[in-house]
């Protein structure tokens, strides 16, 4: 494991860490995305036994205002007990008698007695963790199997005594503070004390209360095992929310004794007071400053019955929510966390970004299938939250790392680059001191001058291509972007030699005609030959490439034209071959001159009718395949030296494409080495050395060995988190092409000499030098101009001399116009007070496009104008 893994792991753990020290904030956060998975799942259909019945504020208006009187009650107790409700939950405290209307209190009890299933409610002062207080005279209502765990209560307040030994059962309407998605099943009160809702739920399926057991976390109800469902650790349920409070079925109390009373007159009531046969219903107020209100997933404002309500939907359905225990959700996150880091080691930072955003939009929608359907409750903000951390915290340290190699780079490039001006300086003071000795006669240390101006320029020369390798490549220029070109995975230049290739394929690929592509080995071939195919009408049918130089004469012949079984040893059943296989397609024939006359004799009846018999067969086949074949060898000469029949020959080549070779497509170079670099990384970059090496280097493998080369430079790269592809990390037979950075440089010097630098001659020497872009001929020549005009210490005339090599002068006149253009395009309005660094700020544009190796020169021409040594 190497220092940067044991760093990453030591990341994750950390950050994992942190999260856990976050509990608290994170359960909010899990609150909040609960909420979004409720809204995401849309409301469900509430149980149609539960039935709410309430007064709200208009109805206490109008009957009287607050409180009620309790004859209310009474008559709808003895309404529902009438029509066989099966449970009825009276969510109202009756604290203490009436000492007003005695005689209600007497109807309610006598009622209640009578229905023998009303659960009246009560609650505690006070709930919480402590030692709970009282509990003599509840023995009889409490659960006698469930343990004394949990919650504690203080001072629980209970209906009147008469009433409540008239009921069927009590329980607590205690909800939790801060949470309204969680019930309090048991409040230990000397004994369990059960909840108002499990107490309904008791009556309603006849229950005893010893037939109720909690054990494992797991209530319990022997007579009834379907009722049986998880409790949490401290004697709480988690509600799964059906929707808001008009989920449940509901009507006012005083439409239900208004429709008994216009039932007894035979008149049809608004509410069917029969269908509430065999029901739970539950009697509460519902009205702002009257009862308790929280805010629930689907409803804001959710009154406190729906809750009692939405427990009972639970209890019945089993639809409790299942949230993971805490180490449960801990690994979860942790994997995430390990897995994001795997994603980023494995794939890289953007890639790797995009697995990981593809893993949380799958974990998102897999934990919202598992809440919807089955309840369970996966943890998705702390394992989000930890893999984002995680994510930054990798690619911060990566950037880290990266920062400080290009700043060593950088650092590297700043010696280099003061080591290349002092050399500079020590040339110009060379060429000074030569021009002294040239002025004495007979002076002995003129030659030894010369040679040591000879070796510094040799040390700038290789300074100079320390520096460019530092550098990253500056992208192609705007109006070479303008050519670059793309047609079915070819990259090219509209200018370039490809055009004409790119043009025939656009119009041959509509006929069935065949084609012969001509080429050095990795011009690709294969690749026009797919865009041949992809072009035509056969498209949507199989390509079928095949080398025929790969394969013996025996295994190519079963290779295209299949066998039957038997047909030799080894052939256990029969084959389809290739031509079969591509009926109606196109089959590629790659190094079709590697095949024997006696294979070609064979290929002609192919090519020639569309017919072939399989191995060992004299079934003939016939199919309808369009053929294109390809070679790197020169077929005519073959034809002459009787290696390759001329019959076969005149039938593939109906049409001819030969492709250029990479060094004829210098122009080219650039475009393509940054788009191979591109499809391996984004991230990494060119130097300008490394590019110079690829556009002078003579690519005997042509694209092929280019794409190659840009792969090894990829992986040493990313090896060494290095954002620049140098020299040091291409093949050393290509880095080869740079050394000393002096060939292209005399290469564009000599020709432009040969053609006395005429109008014409820039051009000229870019298509020479093969195919290389007008506008970097022009760029390079430009920093000669600069690089001569340093050497002859500001002497115009003496450089321009020296760059024309030639007393002609028409050839002087057209250099000096040039010298004079471009060292006036540079200091034109600049003030010579200024400081370099302010000037070089100023003058960045002209940097731009030109060849890194001049920039120093450069540097010393804008100087040496600051310091008024030329005008």
């Known amino acids: 494991m190497t220092r940067k893994n044991i760093v990453e792991l030591g990341i994750v753990l950390g950050l994992f860490a942190v999260v856990l020290m976050l509990s608290g904030p994170m359960g909010k956060l899990e609150d909040q995305t609960l909420d979004a998975r409720y809204s995401l799942r849309g409301q469900l259909p509430a149980d149609s036994n539960i039935v709410i019945l309430y007064f709200d504020n208009d109805d206490i208006a109008s009957l009287g205002g607050w409180p009620l009187t309790r004859n209310y009650y009474a008559l709808l107790i003895n309404v529902l007990t009438e029509r066989e409700v099966a449970a ?8 203490e ?25 009560s609650y505690f002062r006070q709930i919480g963790a402590s030692e709970s207080t009282g509990g003599n005279g509840i023995h009889e209502y409490s659960y006698p199997r469930v343990a004394n765990e949990g919650l504690k209560g203080v001072s629980l307040q209970l209906p009147f005594a008469e009433l409540l030994k008239a009921s069927a059962g009590v329980g607590h309407a205690n909800l939790l503070d801060g949470s309204s998605s969680k019930i309090p099943l048991f409040i230990q009160y000397g004994q369990a004390f059960p909840a108002f809702g499990l107490e309904i739920l008791r009556v309603y399926k006849g229950i005893q209360r010893d037939a109720i057991a909690v054990k494992d976390n797991s209530i319990s109800f022997s007579s009834d095992e379907s009722l049986s469902f998880r409790v949490r650790n401290d004697g709480t349920v988690n509600l799964n ?22 039932q007894k007159l035979g008149v049809t009531p608004s509410v069917d007071l029969s269908s509430l046969r065999g029901k739970i219903v539950l009697i509460s107020v519902i009205g702002e400053g009257r009862s308790q209100f929280v805010a629930s997933p689907m409803d804001p404002h959710f009154p406190a019955i729906g809750l009692h309500a939405t427990f009972l939907d639970n209890a019945l359905h089993q639809r409790f929510l299942k949230p993971l225990a805490p180490w449960v959700a801990g690994t979860i996150a942790f ?27 799958m974990y998102g929608v897999f934990s919202q299938v598992v809440f919807s359907q089955f309840n369970v409750v996966m943890p998705v903000a702390q394992p989000f939250l930890l893999m984002v951390m995680v994510t930054i ?8 790392i990266v920062s400080r190699k290009i700043a060593k780079l950088e650092t590297e490039k700043e010696l280099a680059e003061h080591e290349l001006h002092a050399r500079a300086l020590k040339l110009q003071m060379l060429e000074k001191e030569l021009l002294h000795e040239k002025a004495k006669d007979g002076s002995g240390r003129g030659t030894e001058i010369q040679e040591e101006i000879k070796r510094y320029k040799e040390e700038i020369k290789s300074l100079s291509s320390k520096v460019s390798d530092l550098v990253k490549f500056d992208s192609v220029e705007p109006e070479q972007k303008a050519e670059q070109a793309s047609f079915e ?5 509209t200018s370039g030699k490809m055009t004409e290739v790119i043009s025939l394929i656009k119009k041959i690929s509509g006929s069935d005609a065949n084609v012969l592509i001509l080429g050095e080995s990795g011009t690709g071939k294969e690749l026009v030959a797919r865009a041949i195919h992809n072009q035509s009408a056969r498209t949507q049918k199989p390509f079928v490439a095949i080398n025929c130089g790969a394969l013996t004469e025996s295994l190519l012949e079963s290779e295209l034209f299949g066998h039957e079984r038997g047909s030799f040893t080894g052939a256990i059943k029969d084959k389809v071959g290739r031509f079969e296989y591509a009926d109606g397609g196109t089959v590629f024939l790659d190094e079709i001159a590697e095949t024997s006359e006696a294979f070609q004799v064979k290929l002609l009846r192919v090519v020639q009718e569309g017919e072939f018999e399989r191995v060992g067969s004299t079934t003939t086949k016939k199919v309808n395949t369009r053929i294109i074949a390809a070679t790197n060898k020169n077929v005519k000469a073959l034809i002459e030296e009787k290696r390759f029949r001329e019959d076969l020959y005149y039938r593939l080549n109906v049409f001819t494409l030969q492709l250029p070779p990479l060094r004829e497509r210098k122009a080219e170079i650039p475009t393509l080495a940054e788009f191979f670099v591109n499809r391996e990384n984004r991230s990494l970059a060119l130097s300008s050395t490394v590019m110079d090496a690829f556009v002078q280097y003579h690519w005997p493998g042509n694209v092929r060995e280019l794409e190659s080369a840009v792969t090894r430079g990829v992986i040493l790269a990313k090896s060494e988190k290095s954002g620049l592809i140098q020299l040091k990390d291409i093949p050393s037979e290509v880095a080869a092409a740079v050394k000393g950075q002096i060939d292209i440089e005399d290469q564009i010097v000599e020709s432009l000499r040969a053609k006395k630098f005429s109008r014409s001659s820039i051009s000229e020497t870019a298509e020479e030098l093969g195919g290389l872009n007008r506008g970097t001929v022009a760029e390079y020549f430009r920093g000669i101009c600069f690089k001569y005009f340093f050497e002859n210490v500001w002497d115009k005339e003496k450089a321009i001399l020296a760059i024309s090599n030639s007393s002609d002068n028409e050839a002087l006149d057209k250099v000096r116009k040039k010298l004079e253009e471009y060292l006036g395009n540079i200091v034109d309005g600049l003030q010579k007070s200024l400081p370099f660094e302010d000037a070089k700020k100023i003058l960045k544009p002209k940097y731009k496009n030109l060849p890194q190796r001049y920039h120093t020169m450069l540097d010393e021409v804008i100087r040496a104008y600051l310091l008024d040594q030329w005008k």
Not at 336 to 350: D, I, M, N
Not at 393 to 400: D, M, T, V
Not at 489 to 493: A, D
């Open 335 to 361: 994997m995430f966390a390990l897995l994001a880091l795997l994603a980023l080691s494995v794939f890289g930072e953007s890639k790797g970004g995009l697995f990981i955003a593809l893993i949380i939009l």
């Open 489 to 493: 995975g070819i990259v090219y230049h």
């Open 88 to 95: 009825i939950g009276v969510d109202i405290l009756f604290g």
């Open 393 to 400: 915290g990798i690619f911060s340290y990566n950037h880290l």
């Open 241 to 262: 929310f059906t929707g808001s409070i008009y989920s449940f079925k509901r009507y006012r109390c005083i439409e239900v004794l208004r429709s008994f009373e216009l």
């Open 97 to 121: 008698p009436s000492l007003q209307y005695p005689e209600y209190d007497n109807l309610l009890v006598a009622t209640t007695a009578a229905s023998k299933n009303v659960v009246l409610s």
